[in-house]
């Protein structure tokens, strides 16, 4: 079962976070595999959504956002546009657009960053937004300090809340075709005159004990493998990181109260945008073809309209689109 570990270091301004996916991990997997559009993911491209979607779930977790976070990269090789959404309940779904063939073992520049041009956006929508108010975006290159192009999606998302945040971020990312795992440890600023053990801090928020401590940590947590963070489960990571530093580790995650697969699509949504389109740009489909067939990106569902179905959609009288008709 996926799940959500949180934690913090007791006595300092660190906080961490483990996410493991499981079942919901392999479920994205399958409904890609079965979508006759599409096809199954080339390795490298599954193991970067893989890694996208533990990120996505590990910063939703660190925040108090009632919204929806927006994890993106926008490339100029292959990988076009790879996207993971994650609401406040860790309720989450993703998706990748493919242009053209990638190879099995593909590096992240190869896939998005070719020529220079990729980018690293991540979006906080509110679910309910003040008038006039928009969405927070942070966007950074995916390019480091020196102008050289970030190799692991790690390094991106630590090189974003450096930048766009200005936390220090510790992230392992890991996938394969059965998991999906993170880990992040952030450094926290100590506000005012008490650090998170609520004791008397002093040093300043930059000061040395705190820097060193955080360092200390985030050297041990870069010290976990790929392999370590795929095989073993979360309590044997914690303690072979951290067993020297005491721990304050909240109820994991789990179940309706976890990470899982979801996704908002719905025959009554498609019919929205055929109707968005208008009339005359969904009759001029149908004339091409006997059906509209409208695919998910994210979950693969098919939805399908006939002639009858969209001559429904835009009778003046309906006041909902119809319901009815099969889920392909």
Excluded at 179 to 195: F, H, I, M, T, Y
């Amino acid at each position: 079962m996926s799940e959500v570990h949180k934690f913090l270091f007791d006595g300092l301004p660190v906080r961490g976070v483990l996410v493991r996916l499981t079942d919901d991990w392999r479920e994205v997997l399958r409904r890609r595999s079965s979508s006759t559009a599409q096809g199954v993911y080339p390795a490298s491209v599954q193991n970067l959504l893989g890694e996208m979607a533990a990120a996505a779930l590990l910063m939703q977790s660190s925040i108090k956002f009632d919204g929806s976070l927006v994890l993106q990269v926008l490339g100029d090789g292959p990988v076009r546009l790879a996207a993971v959404e994650v609401q406040p309940d860790l309720g989450w779904r993703a998706t990748v657009t493919l242009h053209g063939p990638v190879s099995e073992r593909a590096s992240l520049s190869d896939m998005i960053n070719l020529h220079r041009g990729g980018r690293c956006a991540i979006t906080l929508d509110p679910k309910t937004r003040q008038p006039g108010q928009q969405p927070y975006q942070g966007v950074v290159p995916l390019q480091g300090e020196q102008d050289e192009k970030l190799e692991k999606f790690s390094d991106v998302i630590q090189h974003y809340m450096l930048h766009s945040e200005q936390l220090d971020t510790t992230l392992v990312l890991a996938a394969d075709d059965q998991q999906a795992c993170g880990l992040l440890v952030q450094r926290l600023p100590v506000q005012g005159q008490d650090n998170l053990s609520g004791s008397s801090a002093h040093a300043s928020e930059d000061g040395f004990g705190y820097s060193e401590a955080y360092q200390r940590i985030a050297l041990l947590t870069t010290s976990l493998k790929r392999e370590e963070l795929l095989a073993l489960d979360a309590n044997t990571v914690l303690h072979r990181l951290f067993w020297q530093e005491k721990l304050l580790r909240f109820e994991p995650l789990q179940g309706a109260d976890g990470p899982r697969f979801s996704c908002a699509c719905s025959r009554e949504r498609v019919a929205k945008m055929i109707v968005g389109l208008g009339a005359e740009e969904a009759q001029s489909v149908l004339q091409e073809r006997p059906d509209i067939d409208v695919a998910c990106d994210f979950c693969g569902a098919q939805y399908r309209f006939d002639a009858v179905d969209v001559a429904e959609l835009f009778r003046q009288d309906l006041p909902h689109p119809p319901c009815s008709g099969a889920l392909q």
